[in-house]
């Protein structure tokens, strides 16, 4: 019975619980932030799992990453200089180095953990890393951007854990304020914004403060992740006051890119019709979130 409490107690989705045959666990361990969890599932390949929370399975990992990335930095032209926060399986910084006109990319990263335990058993995800535009900082990411020069991003990408554990102060307007004044006139972020089933309370809090804060555009978009609770998940789009972006409709489609096609791994779940889909959102969740 404790086990049971246990198991449908999660604060994030309390009364339910999502289950995947275990095969074989591959690595458990403590670190500083956060337990630490690889499992080789039954039917969607290697699982990597943060404090009982799951993070990615190998078999739908592509519609998480392709979409995080791809929906802010096909949304603006020439991307140049992005920052990812979180994300420290790579599977984001793969998907950022498709773009050829991206000189930088920056990713603050708390775990260590996570990043070893990525490159040990997730290689087609940490094989971001191997981009030499990419430059790693393992840290808290409040401090990181907290030192960021004004305006330097043209993007900014949030890969960050529900806000229960490091990832609590990602969500609260100071960070925000941070992340828009590290952005130029015109950029982009794209944070991972919870499920449209579960959290449209936490949905619309974020929107709330990020419409206070962008004074380009805020929008919601939503994917489907099976093996995330409730199937699906959603980011947040903004942009910063400057040349107007509409992220609907993007100038910079992923189909013309160079370096997009022949990226040694095909895309398996973006492309500009997901893109434009994206932004459809059904009645309940425009009303549940009023200011949508
Ligand atoms: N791409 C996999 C999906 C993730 S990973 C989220 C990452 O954010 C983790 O590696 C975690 O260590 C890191 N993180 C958490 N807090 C911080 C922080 N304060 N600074 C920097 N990095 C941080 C997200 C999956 C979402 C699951 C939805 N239910």
């Known amino acids: 019975d404790v086990a049971k409490r246990m198991y449908f107690n999660n604060p994030m989705w309390p009364g339910e619980a999502h289950s995947l045959a275990v095969e074989k666990i591959l690595f458990k361990e403590k670190s500083e932030y956060q337990e630490v969890l690889v499992f080789e599932s039954t039917t969607y390949g290697k699982v990597l799992v943060l404090d009982g929370i799951l993070q990615l399975s190998e078999k739908d990992e592509c519609a998480y990453q392709e979409m995080i990335a791809h929906l802010p930095l096909c949304s603006i032209k020439s991307p140049k200089n992005v920052l ?16 050829s006109s991206v000189e930088l990319i920056d990713i603050c990263e708390i775990d260590k953990m996570v990043i070893d335990v990525s490159k040990k ?56 304020e941070m992340l828009a004044r590290a952005l130029r006139p015109g950029g ?29 555009s805020v929008h919601y978009a939503w994917t489907s992740v ?42 398996k779940f973006y492309n500009s019709q997901m893109h434009k889909a994206a932004f459809a959102l059904p009645p309940f969740v425009r009303k549940e979130v009023k200011c949508l």
Not at 84 to 99: F, K, M, P
Not at 139 to 153: L, M, S, T
Not at 188 to 216: P, R, Y
């Open 121 to 176: 058993f997730f290689p087609e995800l940490a094989v971001g890393f191997e981009d030499s535009r990419v430059h790693l900082h393992v840290g808290d990411a409040v401090e990181f951007i907290r030192n960021v020069p004004e305006g330097k991003y043209d993007a900014i990408i949030v890969d960050s854990s529900d806000p229960v554990g490091p990832a609590q102060e990602l969500v609260e307007q100071p960070f925000f």
């Open 188 to 216: 982009v972020l794209c944070n991972m914004a919870e499920s449209m089933w579960l959290h449209t309370h936490l949905i619309q809090d974020m929107i709330s403060v990020c419409q206070k804060i962008f004074k380009g």
């Open 84 to 99: 990812v926060v979180g994300g420290g399986d790579g599977g984001v910084l793969r998907e950022i180095s498709r773009h």
């Open 226 to 267: 099976p093996t995330y609770p409730s199937g699906v998940i959603g980011f947040i789009l903004c942009s910063t006051e400057g040349p107007p972006v509409d992220f609907r409709n993007p100038v910079n489609p992923i189909e013309k890119l160079e370096g997009a096609l022949d990226h040694q791994r095909e895309l």
